[in-house]
């Protein structure tokens, strides 16, 4: 995922740090061959996740926390078309207080190193952007036959994405907007 990731981050004109583009590849990986862990990270409610997180203590806490921003990273990341305007604010909300409060942990502590958690709080929404860029990859590069194309050329119509539209190109159809919509 890293030069896909490196493309996404230049699309967004994200200056991400080295360890943030890293922990972002990383995190794709992670959810590319999820575990039990992974699996269960958005297993109910943000908001109770969020709760339970915050009500933990020491180590249990910095991992829910982190565990719950790196969820809604990618959910939000990957399926975030599929949520209105105000749903994905709060989600978007929800896992930057996240990555917020697990890099509070950090600060200061004898292990505090890079602020990367502060980093993804702190620009949540552009690291969001990043990763729906590459599930336009990921979709891309996925769509098979008629059916999958057509997905492809739904998606393009919700974002106009040069990814989605380079996919497109590769299958014969040039999709265009025009002054009317879309051709």
Do not use: C
Not at 27 to 48: M, W, Y
């Amino acid at each position: 995922f890293e030069g896909v990731v490196d493309s996404a981050m230049k699309s967004q004109k994200l200056d991400a740090s080295p360890a943030a583009h890293t922990y972002v590849v990383e995190l794709l990986a992670a959810f590319a061959k999820p575990d039990e862990a992974v699996g269960s990270a958005l297993s109910q409610p943000v908001t109770f996740l969020l709760r339970d997180a915050m009500e933990a203590r020491g180590s249990e806490r910095f991992k829910r926390l982190q565990n719950l921003g790196d969820g809604v990273l990618y959910g939000v990341g990957f399926f975030g078309e599929a949520l209105d305007a105000a749903d994905k604010r709060y989600f978007v909300h929800v896992g930057s207080s996240a990555y917020g409060h697990a890099a509070a942990m950090l600060r200061g502590g004898p292990a505090a190193g890079p602020p990367v958690l502060e980093e993804l709080a702190e620009g949540f929404d552009s690291f969001v952007e990043v990763l729906t860029d590459v599930s336009d990859w990921v979709m891309a590069q996925s769509a098979r036959g008629q059916e999958g194309i057509v997905k492809l050329y739904e998606r393009w119509l919700k974002r106009s994405s040069s990814v989605l539209a380079s996919g497109l190109a590769e299958r014969g159809i040039v999709p265009t907007r025009t002054a009317r919509g879309a051709a």
